[in-house]
């Protein structure tokens, strides 16, 4: 998560680290390299073809974040390609990093197969750094999205990523672990393998003799959900900031307590993202966001607004009822974005050619203010864009 470092101390029993885990187990001949310092920031430093440990040789970076690095590796023991998360060498990091490998632990005990979720195979600590050996997946659907310059999925897509995005949240809210940052780059494709499909839209230089233009999509629709850092138990402190900025709820801004249903509004903004290209609220701003809500959803209900205790949040609100906008925007710019968007029905509608009318309910039953009135995963499984799909 980019815009919160979250440490918070969680008060559920430690799962796996009770005891010491050993370093890979060494090869011989093929010697790890030489100890070097670390970066500035606490990156591990590697060069490409060499080793982490002797049992894994470091093929390429798949990725960077605030938490450290992930290396594709070949594990020698085993003869498969695999994704290894190191961690930075800094505390709340390493911390976090425990906590991570407690929820994995604990996700990969009870899996049935149905997860949908990032399958742990070890852990070790190396150099302080602490690193967690993960199956090796595709990319994101934000990668796709990106290399499609923002062409949406088709809607039979978006169904088959929405339901098994939902089995993985019906699974985690079961076992009682809220995931709190739910977007689409935290959501990965199984198979990297992707088609070319003609388009109508021109998404990039290529074209065919024949002048049709074209995107990928993936061979197959299987995802798994990643990044367990910022999970929450729950029967931890709620008056934290979670999850990043554009997927989150309203309840978190107002500064009302988060429980579950967090989750399921992040659901209803990435369904939208998928299904229209676009980032249901690119802000960065709260007032901003909450009036972005306004235009898309309707009036904030007011039963909400006079929960809201905290002096920083009240001052979104004029006469303790209505939002101070367009008065408190912080520049022209940003009332002419808010006031271009549709409304969340004129969005799926001029986006989606079938499954219209089902999609924007179910939409609409994710994306409630109230969290109360938000359906739950098992809820939304049962809705009829999954369960009878229709034509328009």
């Given amino acids: 998560m980019n815009e919160i470092e979250n440490s918070r101390s969680r008060k559920r029993p430690r799962l796996s680290w009770d005891s010491v885990q050993p370093e890979a187990k060494i090869s011989r001949g093929r010697p790890s ?32 974040g605030t938490f450290g690095r992930v290396l594709e590796c070949w594990d020698r023991e085993k003869h498969q390609l695999v994704a290894i998360k190191v961690v930075r060498s800094i505390k709340k990091y390493r911390q976090a990093a425990k906590m991570e490998i407690d929820v994995l632990n604990e996700l990969a005990e009870n899996d049935q197969g149905k997860s949908h979720c990032l399958q742990i195979q070890s852990w070790f600590d190396y150099r302080n750094h602490i690193c ?14 990106r290399r499609n310059r923002y062409y949406p999925f088709p809607v039979n897509l978006v169904r088959d990523f929405g339901r098994q995005l939902l089995e993985s949240l019906a699974y985690m809210h079961e076992l009682r672990l809220i995931h709190t940052d739910l977007k689409p780059e ?49 029967n931890q402190d709620r008056s934290s900031i979670v999850s990043t900025r554009h997927y989150r709820a309203p309840e978190i801004i107002l500064g009302l307590g988060w429980n579950y249903p967090c989750d399921l509004w992040s659901v209803g903004c990435i369904l939208v993202e998928l299904s229209t290209g676009r980032t249901l ?12 809500m306004e235009s898309v959803l309707g009036q904030i209900p007011e039963h909400m607004i006079q929960k809201v205790k905290s002096s920083s949040t009240l001052k979104y609100f004029k006469r303790g009822a209505k939002l101070n906008w367009p008065e408190g925007a912080t520049s022209r710019e940003s ?27 179910l939409l609409r039953s994710l994306l409630r203010y109230d969290p109360n009135e938000r359906l739950t995963a098992d809820e939304a499984l049962n809705h009829p864009f999954f369960s009878n799909p229709s034509p328009v």
């Fill in 186 to 234: 935290n959501i990965l494709l199984v198979s990297s393998d992707i088609v070319e499909v003609p388009c109508h839209k021109r998404i990039s230089n290529r074209t065919s003799n024949n002048n049709e233009h074209y995107r990928v999509l993936p061979k197959s629709s299987a995802i798994k959900l990643i990044d367990f850092g910022s999970t929450a138990y729950e």
């Fill in 335 to 361: 009332i002419s974005a808010v006031r271009k968007l549709d409304s969340l029905k004129e969005l799926i509608y001029r986006n989606t050619e079938y499954s219209r009318s089902s999609l924007s309910d």
């Fill in 33 to 64: 390299p030489p100890w070097r310092e670390d970066d500035r920031d606490g990156h591990y430093v590697f060069h490409l073809g060499e080793n982490l440990t002797p049992r894994y040789k470091i093929i390429s970076k798949m990725g960077e």
């Fill in 281 to 292: 609220f690119q802000t960065h701003e709260n007032l901003e966001h909450l009036a972005m």
């Fill in 132 to 145: 967690i050996v993960c199956e090796k997946l595709g990319p994101s659907l934000f990668d796709i999205l």
